[in-house]
């Protein structure tokens, strides 16, 4: 991968407008989703940014109590940049971040990236009778 490209947990880089953009239109696990729901989720995550330069080309973020539990979402790479390592530097770079170790358990959702995630000791969920959800996929649409 060329030097060019880094991953920053400042908040002041992230490109919102971006973001929004990909998550409203492009991400299937929050299309439409309003502005001010990504704005509000960014301000209560620890955010991490994918830079080319000075302009971001990814993004994820970690919800989290940084003590016991960290979901990951809203990770992605915009089209244009995938192929070239980016997701696994973007996911070493949060499993390893000094803030989120010695958590007890971390959890995502994903629909098409498991080889992805099972790189990094991620593994399906073993009991799920212990799982339960509340779920509207449509909220996004009644706003």
Same mark, same amino acid.
């Given at each position: 991968m060329e030097n060019k490209y880094h991953i920053s947990t400042e908040y002041r880089r992230l490109d919102i407008d971006m973001i929004h953009e990909f998550l409203s239109t492009e991400a299937y696990w929050s299309l439409n989703i309003p502005r001010e729901k990504v704005v509000k989720s960014i301000k209560n995550s620890l955010c991490f940014g994918v830079y080319e330069e000075a302009k971001q080309v990814g993004f994820a973020r970690v919800i989290t109590d940084f003590s016991t539990i960290a979901y990951l979402g809203d990770v992605f790479i915009l089209e244009s *940049? +995938?192929?070239?390592? &980016? /997701?696994? %530097?973007? #996911?070493? =770079? #949060? $499993? /390893? *971040?000094?803030? %989120?170790?010695? &958590? +007890? +358990?971390?959890? %995502?959702? =994903?629909?098409?990236?498991?080889? &992805?995630?099972?790189?990094?000791?991620?593994?399906?969920?073993?009991?799920? +009778?212990?799982? $339960?959800?509340?779920?509207? /996929?449509?909220?996004y649409r009644k706003e």
């Open positions: *940049h +995938r192929g070239k390592g &980016l /997701s696994k %530097l973007l #996911i070493e =770079t #949060i $499993m /390893s *971040h000094e803030d %989120l170790q010695g &958590l +007890r +358990r971390w959890i %995502l959702l =994903t629909g098409d990236a498991h080889e &992805l995630y099972k790189k990094y000791g991620w593994k399906e969920i073993a009991d799920q +009778r212990v799982w $339960m959800e509340l779920n509207d /996929s449509n909220v």
